[in-house]
């Protein structure tokens, strides 16, 4: 509408239009990074079980059951009870039987939130919905992931939740996608430059390089089963496949661990 009101002056109107380039890119911008990343504080999880689960991959009978062993459902089985919160490490959908499901679940509940992991971008990115059939049934789909960050920080724990890592000394805004959803190991090249690689032949597990002070819960990894460090939390057990969905309530400890056998689907 404002660039109607000025075309008598071209000057002008090219400093308006050049304005309202400018309004739209920084809203775009500001729309992505509050996106990327997002903050969990004491507030909302203080007084709350709060537990991590594992790539879940469409597996919505297992989460039920799992949640359901932890007490954290109210009585029509699909809803989190109040005092529970649950991240979700990435990778909720494919592979498995239900995953739209999955996000209609994610989508409810307001006290579950789910980090991207390289299978939600994957849908996001995909064009013609062949390659995942299940979108076909699902139009709401790419309207639930997009709204997930690729990390969740939760202050009360100091910890972060990510889909595959993050890359040492490098701030959480900083960080790679590829390092977020992909990454498995790290390769040092000459030089000292660290680089983060998806296969496991080179380099070594990416946790060898974190020294926090976050401690880091996880998935991606299932070929490394549960993984539990002092600074890092590795929860794909691969469900899918006949193994165990696992998650964990934090602080992660010994005592904290929860999963149970899964169908083999896949
Ligand atoms: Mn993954």
């Given at each position: 509408?404002h ?5 008598d002056?071209?000057?002008k ?5 050049m ?18 990343h ?10 709350k ?8 991959h ?18 029509d ?5 109040q ?40 849908v996001l990115e995909?064009?013609?919905?062949d390659k995942?059939p ?29 889909h595959a ?16 959803t992909r ?28 020294k ?20 890092a ?7 899918y496949?006949g ?21 083999k689907?896949?």
């Open positions: 509408m660039i109607f009101i000025v075309l002056k071209p000057a109107l090219l400093r308006v239009n304005l309202f380039v400018y309004f739209i890119l920084l809203n775009i911008f500001n729309f992505c990074f509050c996106q990327r997002l903050t969990i504080d004491t507030s909302v999880t203080e007084g079980k709060v537990y991590v689960v594992g790539d879940v469409g597996c919505l009978t297992e989460l039920l059951n799992l949640l359901k062993k932890e007490n954290l459902l109210k009585s089985g699909l809803t989190m009870k005092k529970s919160i649950l991240f979700m490490a990435g990778d909720t959908v494919n592979r498995g039987p239900r995953s739209c499901e999955v996000l209609d679940f994610i989508e409810r509940n307001e006290r579950v939130f789910a980090v991207r992991g390289n299978h939600e971008d994957n995909s064009g013609s919905e995942y299940w979108l076909k049934d699902c139009p709401q789909a790419k309207d639930i992931i997009e709204k997930f960050p690729y990390t969740y920080r939760v202050n009360q724990y100091n910890a972060v939740v990510v890592g993050l890359m040492p000394d490098t701030e959480i805004m900083d960080q790679e996608v590829f390092a977020m990454m498995r190991n790290i390769e040092r090249l000459a030089g000292g430059i660290l680089r983060p690689i998806e296969e496991t032949n080179d380099g070594n597990n990416w946790i060898a390089y974190w926090g002070p976050q401690h880091i819960y996880f998935g991606h990894t299932a070929r490394r089963g549960l993984q539990t460090y002092d600074l939390t590795g929860l794909d057990t691969r469900c496949k193994g165990r969905l696992t998650a964990v309530k934090m602080p992660s400890s010994e005592d904290h661990f929860v999963s149970i056998k899964c169908k689907y896949n």
